[in-house]
């Protein structure tokens, strides 16, 4: 046996499925151990989309997705995906493979130092120097890419140390055991609940990682507080829930801004400052916090918590509930908050102007979508649509990425999510801007049998920037481009296109290509226009203080 082949059954030890990744001369014997493994290997047309799938694989089950590159420039095509990863809190192991130890020391060709240049990107990095401690790396890679906060990893191997013999075993992984928060800290926390008139429960992505969304329902409910989730926190409470007030994080001022300028206490669950900075909705550091979850609070002027519930999320919500005589009612206002931001969502249900309005395509795709379905979302101008109007009944069925925020995720993901969930509907939703950057992975996605459709927000240009840029500036520069015939790219790589000529195409369209065995594309012109309407319209909210 030889380290690459010990490293294999460490990996087939800690559960690995997938890997996905490219073949180089540096990985030539990870590959061939591979070859022999119940592990299935994913050739990807390039080495971003193989660190997304990994990616997306880890932020919807929970266990480390890992990827494969060889040195230099096939690295460093991983980078962005394995950073996505870290910001977003998603459990990756990153492979690479490296020049032999013995040409370390000089110039050499591709080489680069990847322990120092992953560093930034990583919760933990090493080069394997010795077959021997294969194991060992292996096993704290996962261990530490799993712990909460969870996020990359990487492990670098060199090819020479990668041929040698070795003698060893994979590491028993062990239990871990939950954590629990302290009885003092929950019992602050029951009280400064129970005084609070107007509290508001600001929920996140760690509440869904915890699997708190059941704990996290009942005690809103049985306390009478309204919710909001951050971008990537969707599904942690059911939409249709009389308390739930959808998503916040936009960088302007919109409806459930009002319910924080009311708030008399914030409840963060599962909270990270990264998605949605406090800055945003406490400016001046002066509403009350209580921080609830697996770790502790981090440090932000505007986010100076009194108290720090920290331990498994689930046990501390029922902890606290159990301990809590709150009997108060919601802030009227805060239910009124609900009925606006309904109402506005729902006036788009019958527009039928052409190019579709943004609001309307996401409304549509809503009415299509079933409630364990999953969307995974791109970057860009749709993505604030998608994050302000597609609402979720459960946790994990719309992906947005908004730690990292790395455009060309969607169709890399939608793979990962397949794969994962091969009797859901995937689709990918993506801007023309981001569909061109990872469009070569659809060759992936049919080679590997996962069927899913993919949504074009197409404008001709990066309209996410063109809105900045009209709304600081005035004008526009630098922002549009051409595309190719969407339709006919589709089926030039074996897959189906579609082109929506009205906005009455739409659902028969995305029904039809939710039906295909191959995937599927479908272009739909898009009127940015309402970007700038918003704008104006944020900008002249008023709230009832």
């Not at 680069?112 to 394997?128: E, G, H, R, S, Y």
């Not at 996290?216 to 971008?231: D, G, K, M, S, Y």
Request: hydrophobic share 40%; charged share 20%; proline share 6%.
């Amino acid at each position: 046996m030889n380290t690459a082949q010990l490293l294999v059954r460490c990996l087939e030890n800690e559960g690995v499925q997938y890997v996905f990744g490219l073949p180089g001369e540096e990985n030539l014997h990870v590959l061939e151990a591979l070859r022999n493994s119940s592990i299935q290997f994913i050739t990807t047309r390039h080495e971003q989309g193989a660190a997304f799938m990994a990616d997306v694989y880890g932020r919807l089950t929970g266990r480390a997705g890992v990827c494969l590159s060889t040195l230099g420039p096939g690295a460093t095509n991983l980078m962005t995906g394995v950073a996505d990863a870290n910001l977003d809190g998603a459990p990756l192991v990153a492979i690479t493979g490296q020049v032999g130890t013995d040409r370390m020391h000089i110039e050499s060709h591709q080489y680069l130092d990847l322990v120092a240049m992953f560093a930034p990107v990583t919760k933990w990095n090493k080069q394997i120097v010795r077959p021997s401690i294969a194991p060992e790396v292996v096993r704290k890679a996962f261990k530490i890419s799993q712990t909460e906060k969870p996020g990359a990893v990487h492990i670098d191997l060199p090819e020479n140390i990668a041929a040698m013999p070795v003698t060893g075993e994979p590491l028993s992984k062990g239990d871990v055991e939950k954590t629990y928060a302290s009885f003092r800290s929950i019992e602050h926390a029951a009280e400064v609940i129970s005084q609070a008139n107007n509290p508001l429960i600001l929920v996140g992505n760690g509440a869904i990682r915890d699997g708190a969304s059941e704990a996290l329902t009942e005690f809103a409910t049985r306390l009478n507080i309204p919710v909001a989730n951050t971008f990537m926190g969707k599904g942690v409470i059911p939409y249709t829930h009389p308390l739930a007030l959808w998503a916040v994080g936009l960088q302007l001022r919109d409806y459930i801004s009002c319910g924080f300028d009311r708030a008399d206490l914030v409840i963060a669950i599962g909270y990270d400052l990264i998605e949605y900075s406090p800055k945003k909705w406490n400016p001046n550091g002066n509403i009350p916090i209580v921080h609830i979850a697996a770790t502790h609070a981090e440090i932000d002027s505007s986010y100076i918590p009194i108290v720090e519930v920290v331990g498994n999320i689930s046990d501390s919500l029922t902890e606290i509930l159990e301990r809590s005589d709150r009997t108060g009612k919601p802030d009227p206002h805060a239910l009124e908050l609900r009925d606006d931001i309904r109402s506005d969502y729902e006036q788009y249900a019958n527009d039928n102007s052409f190019p579709i309005k943004p609001q309307k395509l996401v409304y549509d795709l809503r009415q299509v979508m079933g409630p364990e379905d999953i969307v995974i979302c791109d970057v860009g101008a749709h993505k604030m649509w998608m994050a302000r109007h597609y609402h979720c009944e459960r946790p994990n069925t719309c992906i947005i990425s908004n730690g990292f925020a790395a455009m060309g995720i969607a169709i890399p993901g939608a793979i990962a999510a397949k794969l994962v969930a091969p009797q859901k509907r995937i689709v990918a939703v993506t801007g023309d801007g981001g569909f061109m950057m990872n469009c070569q992975e659809l060759e992936t996605a049919l080679r590997v049998g996962t069927a899913f459709v993919t949504i074009i927000f197409n404008d001709g240009g990066y309209g996410l920037i063109e809105w900045k840029q009209l709304n600081q500036l005035g004008v526009s520069d630098f922002v549009k481009f051409g595309n190719p015939d969407f339709v006919k790219l589709a089926e030039s790589m074996g897959l189906k296109g579609y082109r929506v000529e009205s906005t009455a195409d739409f659902i028969p369209t995305i029904k039809e290509a939710l039906e295909q065995s191959v995937p599927s594309v479908i272009d739909c012109p898009v009127d940015y226009a309402e970007n700038l309407r918003f704008t104006r319209k944020a900008g002249e909210l008023n709230c009832v203080i």
